[in-house]
């Protein structure tokens, strides 16, 4: 590999497994997901009445909830009315809207003023949706974030439909982190091979499967940061070095064909096998979003020391739901 004259890359994985071989099957005809399924469906049917009955009772309705069950009750409703988290992908495209919770002195919420901040985050979802120029797309998800004030991050997935290629999948050579686009500056200022390797590997994720009349509904677990260097791996997943003081060249930071090829097998070994198998993730485990940026460490000369990546990970857990419980979801 080019990148090797200057520094070290070092990729350390304690298990292999064939990608074909990790597809997500029902592990019986019971259908265990589909049983857990019926309970997270009643959940989100609770919540979706309780707007309801708040918003057709406004003056007289008094009911309250946590800002904690607010931001969990329209995070699983926002997906579970349009999210298609096991659809498979070509690309995929990251948004983030801001939403307000109007508080009160308790900290929590009217359920009314819940049900009027869902109607506007759908809206600014809706917009995200159209203004996101793919041609057959879906929202593969929805991940609410809250800090500690009233201000509520929505992160919103959107994919464009497409079937994994097979093969060697790059042709082209690309920048490493800086969003300098290919190697001959195509898509400068936008994107760069970090990018371009996770729209590949978040396409081509492991899917699951529902029976039929059923489909699958997505609660959202948690988001983790996996820094290259940082990882819970036995070594590094992408890591360049340099001597105090001395640069890197335009060729050592560039990754070729071959090179994006390899370090998309190592990630996707790395994403859909060992950190599953490490966090110890059930069967229907369901990465939501993935975005893999490069991070450059530079000294006071800002002289580049050394090039890893950052691995940030949308985990979820997928469920599947009889569509007569609760209805599939729909384009915004």
Request: contains cysteine; hydrophobic residues 35%.
């Amino acid at each position: 590999i080019t990148v090797l004259i200057a520094g070290a890359m070092i990729t350390m994985f304690s298990c292999t497994k064939d990608k074909s071989e990790i597809t997500t099957q029902n592990e019986s005809n019971d259908c265990p997901s589909c049983k857990t399924g019926i309970e997270l469906a009643n959940k989100i049917n609770n919540f979706k009445q309780r707007l309801k009955y708040a918003n057709e009772n406004l003056y007289k309705d008094g009911d309250e909830m946590t800002k904690e069950e607010a931001v969990e009750g329209m995070e699983l409703l926002i997906n579970a009315s349009h999210g298609f988290p096991a659809e498979q992908y070509q690309k995929i495209s990251i948004d983030t809207v801001e939403i307000v919770l109007p508080l009160n002195e308790q900290g929590n919420i009217a359920v009314t003023d819940v049900e009027t901040t869902y109607s506007g985050m759908q809206t600014l979802i809706k917009d995200v949706f159209d203004n996101t120029n793919y041609s057959d797309k879906h929202i593969v998800s929805v991940m609410l974030i809250s800090g500690d004030d009233n201000v509520v991050k929505a992160i919103t997935t959107t994919g464009e439909k497409g079937e994994d290629p097979g093969g060697n999948i790059f042709t082209d050579c690309w920048w490493y982190g800086e969003e300098l686009g290919m190697c001959d500056y195509t898509g400068a200022g936008e994107t760069d091979g970090g990018d371009a390797l996770a729209e590949e590997l978040f396409a081509n994720r492991p899917s699951i499967f529902c029976p039929q009349g059923y489909h699958v509904v997505l609660s959202i677990e948690y988001s983790e940061v996996f820094e290259g260097n940082e990882s819970i791996c036995t070594g590094y997943i992408f890591y360049l070095q340099n001597s105090y003081g001395v640069q890197f060249t335009d060729s050592e930071k560039k990754l070729y064909a071959n090179e994006m090829n390899y370090w998309y097998d190592q990630e996707f070994e790395f994403l859909f096998t060992t950190l599953p198998q490490s966090l110890n993730k059930p069967s229907n485990w369901l990465m939501a979003s993935l975005r893999i940026d490069g991070n450059e460490h530079t000294d006071e000369n800002y002289t580049i020391r050394w090039i890893n990546h950052i691995n940030m990970v949308t985990y979820g857990l997928a469920f599947c739901v009889k569509d007569e419980v609760l209805a599939p979801p729909t384009n915004p």
